[in-house]
């Protein structure tokens, strides 16, 4: 897998996107049957950025009547969970804790960047997100994820799931042309902490831009759910912190800050400060991907190359050739 700089990946998404829509469609028509049963339950193992894509795909579900389990992989024991198949996320394919989850569950999918990596030989198939180029930040792999998981789920018998994806790629390209005043100002700032709120699917944006601040700008931040958020979370905001609120605002959460905390509204809002297309649920997951991406961009780098990390461990990553 090519590693290539952060605002490179974040500029190629159009053509990554669609690179892995046809990769990932290609493979899918090999996956075993019970992949392509609306009854069958499905457990997914994963790590980091592949824990929020997922969550996605568990919204989507749970909105339809369904039920997708969507577990750290390093909580997984011998009978955490029992499913009809298992899916294993790891973008390198070389993270320990899904290779581990994978110990005898099957029938077991692994969806990567790098099918000959342990992962995807530990995997009964393997589904390829095309070996795309990547930063050593997650920015391709958690978009092409979030696509590749709409499309197993209108297989597995979510109906819409994969509604609206083939406008996805023109939608970044659209994104990413901007411009936006509300980014523009984030190149001044420099927020404590930066609490991310979204609900239903949009919270799979919420969880990836409170990592993305934490990997590329080394800023805190946290996601919550809306009802999570006025539980308790929302005490501790300064006006020094950034607030981003993702999708629709039942509980005027913006209202309450208003004029007190900066705040970013991302959705389809005609009065939204960052404004995406009406997309369908997980076509739009998809593009708030980016929208994190872009949201965390201004405020990345700053003193230090995004992708080196200051607090490496060598535990989250076998090594190449394991």
């Avoid at 393997?126 to 391709?140: C, E, F, H, I, K």
């Amino acid at each position: 897998m090519e590693t290539i700089a952060f605002a490179d990946a974040i500029a190629r998404q159009p053509a990554t996107l669609r690179a892995a829509l046809r990769a990932v469609r290609d493979g899918l028509p090999g996956l075993p049957a019970v992949t392509a049963d609306p009854t069958a339950r499905l457990a997914i193992l994963a790590m980091g950025a592949s824990v929020h894509a997922a969550q996605a795909l568990t919204a989507y579900a749970t909105a339809a009547g369904r039920s997708v389990a969507n577990h750290d992989a390093s909580q997984v024991g011998p009978a955490t969970t029992v499913a009809d198949w298992y899916l294993a996320i790891s973008e390198s394919g070389r993270s320990p804790e899904p290779l581990a989850a994978l110990a005898g569950r099957t029938p077991s999918v692994a969806l990567t960047n790098v099918p000959e990596s342990p992962v995807g030989r530990a995997a009964d198939a393997v589904l390829s997100l095309g070996g795309l180029p990547d930063a050593g930040v997650y920015v391709t792999g958690y978009t092409a994820t979030v696509a590749a998981l709409a499309l197993l789920g209108e297989r597995a018998g979510l109906p819409g799931a994969a509604a609206g994806l083939d406008e996805v790629p023109d939608a970044v390209a659209a994104l990413l042309a901007g411009p936006h005043a509300a980014l523009e100002r984030l190149a001044d700032a420099a927020p404590r902490c930066v609490e991310s709120v979204g609900g239903g699917v949009s919270f799979a944006a919420a969880s990836e831009l409170a990592l993305l601040m934490r990997e590329a700008a080394r800023t805190p931040g946290a996601a919550h759910t809306p009802a999570t958020f006025v539980h308790g979370p929302a005490e501790s905001l300064e006006r020094s912190d950034l607030l981003v609120l993702w999708g629709p605002d039942p509980l005027g959460i913006a209202d309450r800050f208003a004029g007190e905390v900066p705040t970013l509204r991302v959705s389809a809002a005609p009065d939204a400060d960052l404004r995406l297309p009406d997309l369908p649920p997980m076509a739009s997951a998809v593009l708030e991907g980016v929208a994190a991406q872009l949201i965390v961009a201004p405020l990345a780098g700053r003193g230090f190359d995004v992708g080196t990390f200051r607090h490496e461990f060598s535990a989250t990553k076998l090594r190449p050739g394991a």
